[in-house]
């Protein structure tokens, strides 16, 4: 087995889709182009409830479902989400699961809810019709069902898990899917996430939180009102990199980086500290950095507390340097994917690597002396992109940072 330090993980394949395009290119050219997915629906269960709100839904996602095959069909859809993003992520990648690397080859999978439109479906069938639940509820509703599922799809024999810490889901399933490929536990791995949860129980209960906006989301704007929820799921595939070399894969980027820490302080309120100190460990391992060679894919949600606290964190993690960093937050088109948003962002982030242009912070209308650094706001940039952070901060004070350098 090769040493840790010896192990290089890099990103060979990418697989994902949300409100604003079904898969990764749709899903980047509107990204680049600045398009908002985010829309007035409502949402009910029976006919006795509704709820009108801004969402950020897929639409035309049922049709897809036959292509998935018939196990899909008796899943709830935060594992069809995730497994249509594993499917196209594999296929990025080239990767011969059948050659036999699926025996090494991990799924680390995370959601911050996981299958809410089963519970809701299904308190609605027990409480207000009187039937039984549907004799597969508990395996819709688990966890871990994307993880299981991609392990029976394609054959995989590594670690299969899930990861859940809220909004930091998915950054930290990335982190410890790529912490096992570098460790030489696994040779390869699927990391990512997905989350389903526009369903009326659900909406219903964020909406008490009043931390939802009611139109758009604008992050670091100063007339920002809140969060937008949105769905969806990202997958990718992380390898050794000799490995990945030798096969001729092409290479988005190293994940050079993974910080994570707890604030340690409070659920709700997000600390500096914490926030900085994530960001400082992903970076502690990447070496001499050029700020002006530095893209922060921001947390960015949009509310009071977030936006300004984020903002400090970049400064306190940089220092002089932040004045010439490059911040967007993509929440600002696609919504917030709660446990999935880390997975859809952190494959904004490499493909603005890729391609040497930096999505746009839309729906920015006035700078917040709070939230002084550079947003990128309303058209994308282009602007070489050497590293790059993709920040996720959870309620409770759960903060996950990767750190992309290109190779």
């Given at each position: ?318 220092g002089a340097g932040a004045d010439a960093l490059i911040v967007s ?79």
């Amino acid at each position: 087995m090769t040493s840790r330090a010896d192990r290089r993980v890099v990103v060979t394949g990418l697989g994902g889709l949300c409100a604003t395009g079904a898969g990764v290119s749709e899903f980047w050219e509107n990204a680049k182009a600045g398009r908002c997915g985010i829309e007035r629906r409502t949402l009910a269960i029976g006919d006795e409830y509704s709820l009108t709100l801004p969402i950020a839904p897929i639409d035309g996602f049922e049709t897809r479902l036959a292509e998935l095959g018939r196990e899909m069909t008796r899943a709830d859809r935060f594992t069809q989400l995730a497994i249509a993003a594993a499917d196209e992520a594999i296929a990025d990648s080239g990767l011969d699961l059948a050659s036999g690397i699926g025996a090494r080859t991990a799924a680390i999978i995370g959601t911050g809810i996981g299958g809410q439109s089963t519970f809701d479906d299904g308190y609605y069938a027990m409480l207000k019709r009187g039937k039984k639940p549907h004799p597969l509820s508990i395996l819709k509703i688990i966890p871990n069902a994307p993880a299981s599922h991609m392990s029976i799809r394609y054959a995989l024999n590594g670690p299969a898990f899930a990861v859940s810490s809220a909004c930091a889901s998915a950054a930290h399933a990335i982190g410890v899917a790529a912490d096992l490929v570098r460790s030489g536990a696994a040779d390869a791995a699927l990391g990512g996430a997905s989350e389903a949860c526009l369903t009326y129980g659900a909406m219903e209960t964020w909406k008490a939180m009043h931390i939802m906006s009611d139109e758009l989301c604008r992050p670091f704007s100063k007339n920002r009102k809140g969060l937008i929820i949105g769905e969806g799921a990202g997958v990718l595939v992380l390898e050794e990199y000799e490995a990945a070399k030798k096969r001729g894969a092409k290479i988005y980027a190293e994940l050079a980086g993974f910080g994570m820490n707890a604030d340690g302080k409070d659920m709700i309120n997000p600390a500096v500290e914490g926030a900085a100190g994530a960001m400082k460990a992903a970076l502690a391992t990447v070496g001499d950095v050029d700020p002006a060679a530095v893209y922060i894919n921001a947390h960015g949600t949009g509310t009071l507390l977030n936006d300004p606290t984020e903002t400090k964190a970049i400064r306190e993690t940089f220092g002089a340097g932040a004045d010439a960093l490059i911040v967007s937050s993509t929440k600002s088109m696609h919504g917030h994917l709660l446990g999935a948003a880390g997975a859809i962002e952190a494959i904004a982030t490499l493909k603005a690597m890729e391609a040497g242009v930096v999505p746009p912070t839309i729906n920015y209308d006035e700078p917040d002396p709070a939230c002084d650094l550079d947003y990128c706001p309303n058209e994308a940039r282009e602007r070489r992109i050497d590293l790059a952070l993709s920040n996720s901060f959870a309620f409770g004070g759960l903060n996950a940072v990767l750190a992309f350098r290109r190779v």
